[in-house]
């Protein structure tokens, strides 16, 4: 099915079998958690346990007042109402295996309100009440076959690409993990008196279905280059099929990283970043450059440079002002279309319907923020092993040259945490004020400074987590 043989090679082409850093994803990642283990603070109550088996409870209680809310949270469904999610995570690990499988229950109390409603490529933002079917289907169901430097697995684990901890171009866990085949390859090369560690990924998802019933798939080879303070990751994405008069299936979409074949149909990404963390002084500066497929009818793309390309840059800082628990930093995130798209031909970040508008499940894969968006972080706060609190401001727009005024939305948030040798909790609050939501208003209300009905939008949330190792 998967012409694995044919990948190694690939691999092998770009690197040398020298050793292995075999180092396990974070499972079911918040925006909190990725802080904590950039840091070098644990994020997991058994992070130090070399037990085989491990069974982790986690339950989430929410709270929500208005729009549905929260982004990055694993493709978590937190609609107006209250409830609770209750599941168990069993995770074996051996010398040459990699298990996980999650069973979820959820339990909600739905309050449903009229707002206005979003078509389109807006269609599966974060905000609109899209109740998804199923929402009790296992998470974190996956294995991983290790051998040597390579690792060969299936599974649906949350995916995040690129350095930023709130936005990611191309891939993050906005959506719930989508099932993929996957092949993982670590290894490290000696350059003077340090190492380069080389990693690459690629992946192939199982069939989507498109709301055409055409059946698409999304193809990506990733590679990651360390080298002392220096990282630099290269990612590849091919959104492939979604036609009626093409035939098109797992087998072709698996080999469409090297083919040609009906290329020039395909939705196609690149993605590059680099970032400087120092672990010494706690610096982390980082760019990422987005930029999608684009033709221009055969031009030259370098005369076009503004046309298309997506951003995301930002600054995290460990150990501020000498005192070893304080942190602050942002991260800017820009998918505005050109401001020429009614002049000269200019894409528009996720905006193939044949491709779900890269969504699975009704929540985008990558950036939150959507398509012709900004999207602006702020945080600041104090971490450490055992207790962390952070605020966070984010200040966002959507659809900026798609209507005048755009949606704007403002959020005031605090994420804590507090762990223990079995116990890891979370409290995540959000304020969010939202203007013009649905693009209700017009220009004429903006200069008369009135609103329509339903463009002003409050949402107060709360969401309560824990994990605890049972076993």
Known sequence: MIYISLILKIFLTYSLLIDITYSQSILNPTPLKKI????????????NDSSKLKIIYNQFFYNNSNLTNFENQNGLHIPR??????GLLFIYEAKNIFLTFEPRINVKEVFYKDTPQKNGIFSVSNDLDNIRKNDHYPRNFGFKYKLGNLNIGYGNWDQWWGPGIHNSITLSNNS????????????KYLVSSDYININLNYNLSEPFKNSFGNEFFLTSLKSQFIYKNIEVGVAKDILSGGYNDIKWRINDAALSILSDKNSKYWNKTSSYYIKYFSKETGLNIFYELGVPKIGFNNKKIRNYSDHGFGTNFGLRKYKAFG???????????????SSYYNILPSPNWYDDKKYNYSSYMNRRWGAHSGPDSDDLLVYIG???????????????????TYNFPPEVK?????????????????????????????????NLNVWNQTFQSGSIQRTNSVLFSIESKLF
């Not at 719930?176 to 290894?187: A, E, L, P, R, V």
């Not at 804590?416 to 609050?429: A, G, H, P, Q």
């Open 323 to 337: 005192h070893e628990n304080f942190t602050f930093g942002f991260e800017y995130t820009r998918l505005l279309q």
């Open 410 to 442: 403002f959020e005031s948030k605090i994420m804590f945490s507090f762990r223990t040798n079995k116990l890891f909790i979370s409290i995540d609050i959000e304020n969010e004020y939202f203007e013009h939501y649905g693009f209700v208003d017009t």
């Open 176 to 187: 719930k993990g989508f099932y993929n085949y996957h092949i993982d390859y670590y290894s």
């Open 36 to 47: 904590l283990n950039e840091s070098g603070n644990k994020n997991y109550a058994w992070i």
């Open 382 to 400: 104090s971490i450490d092993n055992n207790l962390s609190l952070i605020y966070a401001l984010n200040y966002e727009r959507r659809g900026v």
């Open 81 to 86: 109402g209250f409830g609770f999610t209750t």
